[in-house]
């Protein structure tokens, strides 16, 4: 065990993390702000974060926002979830931490605040990516599987009076999802997009990138010889 620390709100929040578990990136601070924003001036906040990693999105926002509430947490990961009840410890806060698919966990719960962090990019990216070298991806070839498999969720469950947070990242779909999105959703809206440059990993990976890039499962634009991707957060109010 490690301690890896992730500044947010402009204040840095140490985190212990297994090695095996998913090591907090810009992401989880775009989740975490943009869930912040919307939901600091409710009164009850009732949250579950799935694909919790080692905790940090549900962790840090019950932290700041001082929630009382008991929260919910879980992981395909075994490992992620022993991790994410030690960060509960650490911080004091209290939370039910399960292991399971995409919201299987928590079938008979309602929440009024559903974050999901879900892994989302095309297969062919996560085995070259830095991201999921000891972590599970397998969100399909295109990154779409959990993310749809997510808002489905909301389409054939009775659940109403809700936020629901998830990121959207240039290396899976975009499209399909905003299809799906308009397709299901009324009220939906993105709160935060964020570019960043492609590491260096992907060097010498051009004819792969342009190909998926060709066939929609990614999305990039050409920038000073370098490649800028982009990670965009989405809310809907149901
Ligand atoms: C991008 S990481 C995010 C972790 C954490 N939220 C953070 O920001 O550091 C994605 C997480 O989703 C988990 N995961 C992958 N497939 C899953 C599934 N089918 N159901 C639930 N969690 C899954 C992974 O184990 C990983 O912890």
Redesign the pocket.
């Known amino acids: 065990m490690i301690m890896k620390s992730l500044t947010v709100f402009n204040q840095e929040y140490k985190m212990i993390l297994d090695k095996n ?5 810009l ?2 601070k775009l ?1 975490i702000e943009s869930c912040y924003e919307k939901i600091k001036k409710m009164k009850k906040i009732n949250l579950v ?9 549900g962790i840090v926002l019950k932290k700041k926002l001082k929630i009382k509430e008991k929260s919910y947490f ?4 075994s ?2 979830v022993e991790n994410t009840k030690k960060n509960l410890e650490l911080y004091n806060q209290n939370g039910e931490v399960l292991k ?3 919201l ?1 966990p928590w079938k008979n719960k309602k929440f009024n605040v559903y974050i999901s ?4 990019i095309a297969h062919d990216i996560s085995i070259i990516s830095p ?1 999921y070298k000891s ?5 399909g070839t295109d990154g779409t ?2 993310t749809i ?1 997510f808002l489905k969720f909301f389409k054939d469950n009775n659940i109403n009076k809700s936020f629901i947070f998830f990121p959207v990242i240039s290396l899976s779909n975009r499209k399909k999802i905003l299809k799906f999105l308009n397709d299901n959703f009324q009220n939906y809206k993105c709160l935060n997009k964020k570019t960043w440059f492609l590491p260096e990993e992907f060097n010498g990976q051009e004819k792969l990138l342009e190909n998926l890039k060709k066939n929609d499962v990614i999305d990039f634009k050409e920038y000073f010889g370098k490649k800028l991707c982009f990670t965009e957060i989405y809310c809907i109010k149901i």
């Open positions: 578990v998913f090591e907090p990136n992401t989880t989740m974060d799935i694909g919790c990693g080692c905790g940090i999105i879980s992981d395909i990961s490992n992620a399971g698919n995409v299987n962090d879900v892994s989302a991201w972590v599970e991806n397998n969100s599987k959990f498999e």
